[in-house]
């Protein structure tokens, strides 16, 4: 429910959200101008937790900045990993072995899935459900338990190299792969049961939280907020790196561009990444998981690179400028939910407080990747 907001001279309050508030999920303050329960204005306010990452990265070498990558989306490491072994990769012309390549994104899309479910059971608890989060924990833990059975971490992985991964998956954990994506699939009618088809959840969502594609364009929005909005566009299709290209898997769009939709494409892609992990492990070639000329001191040639990939909040992108140091000259971070977060000031404007809260449940923010 949306109303104008026509007169600016009427009486308003202004109303902190944050920085310690259980809807902004980390350190982020919005300073919100208020006309009663209506949002007359939001203003986000950044930097709380800014860590400098891009400028430690250029103070350090090409491989000392790799844990650094898992600690900016602490719930979807790998894809940084990822990010910034692929774009290093290409700088120093790195091969990278194929079973390498699928362990990368059989590891990757766990990983997906683990932060969409997180997402879930958060977003039904900013809504008033506390239930559906014990049942999106405890799925979440088993593919946790998996993952660091081979990265040997549960949260911030720096599991990558440059040229393959540090450590071969083995039977257990292809076993257990396959016994969890046979659980959680018979556990998704449930999960719509009890969430997606609950009328209250539909009441708070549908219709509400509009975010057009003109809106997601000029803020350079990604990942499944611009996907809710109709725009087909997912960076493992249209930019294909890595062995996406070897797997048959959908790209849930959805045309309403309310909140409903954003929370109905993450839901879709919990199931198409579980079809890519049983196609990955299906394939899965023998071989080496690193390359076996790769340098031990990386020195790319002078040059300037970019690489992105399709992290669990959008498309995150990596630019690095050499100049033929073990040490880059200029690191820059392209992270997708700095960008997604932006629309949120002008998308709020005239909600009501609760709803402009749905809403930014449906941004997924997490908030070390916005500050770095």
């Not at 919005?30 to 250029?58: C, F, S």
């Not at 990757?108 to 014990?134: C, K, Q, Y």
């Amino acid at each position: 429910m949306s109303v104008d907001v026509i007169d600016k001279s009427l009486e308003t309050f202004v109303l902190n959200l944050g920085p310690q508030h259980p809807a902004t999920h980390g350190v982020l303050r919005v300073k919100l101008t208020m006309d009663g329960e209506y949002i007359v204005h939001a203003e986000p306010v950044l930097g709380y937790i800014h860590r400098m990452h891009e400028k430690m990265g250029e103070n350090r070498t090409w491989a000392q900045f790799m844990p650094n990558t898992g600690r900016l989306d602490y719930l979807g490491a790998l894809s940084y990993n990822h990010g910034y072994a692929l774009t290093v990769e290409r700088a120093a012309g790195i091969e990278v072995p194929e079973r390498a390549e699928y362990i990368r994104a059989i590891t990757v899309e766990m990983n997906r899935i683990a932060s969409h479910l997180l997402w879930f059971g958060a977003f039904v608890l900013d809504l008033g459900g506390f239930t559906p989060l014990l049942y999106a924990f405890d799925d979440r833990e088993q593919i946790l338990d998996l993952l660091e059975s081979v990265t040997g971490a549960r949260l911030t992985f720096c599991y990558f190299r440059f040229g393959g991964v540090y450590n071969d998956i083995d039977e257990t954990f292809i076993t257990g792969c396959r016994a969890f994506i046979k659980r959680l699939r018979s556990r998704m009618p449930m999960y719509h049961d009890l969430v997606t088809n609950n009328i209250i959840m539909i009441k708070r969502l549908k219709d509400i939280g509009h975010i057009s594609q003109d809106m997601c364009r000029r803020y350079g929005a990604t990942g499944p907020v611009l996907r809710g909005s109709g725009v087909d566009f997912d960076v493992r299709k249209q930019e294909p790196y890595s062995v996406y290209p070897e797997f048959k898997f959908d790209i849930p769009v959805y045309d309403e561009c309310d909140s409903m939709a954003r929370y109905m494409v993450r839901m879709d892609e919990i199931e198409q990444s579980m079809r890519i992990v049983e196609q990955g492990l299906d394939k899965l070639p023998d071989g080496p998981t690193m390359a076996e000329k790769a340098p031990k001191i990386i020195k790319p040639e002078k040059g300037d690179y970019y690489c992105s990939v399709e992290a669990a909040r959008g498309s995150f992108g990596i630019r690095v400028v050499s100049d033929g140091t073990n040490t880059p000259y200029r690191l820059k971070l392209r992270s997708p939910t700095f960008s997604n977060l932006s629309l949120f000031s002008e998308a709020c404007q005239g909600m009501l407080l609760p709803d402009a809260l749905a809403l930014m449940g449906t941004l997924d923010l997490v908030i070390p990747e916005i500050d770095r």
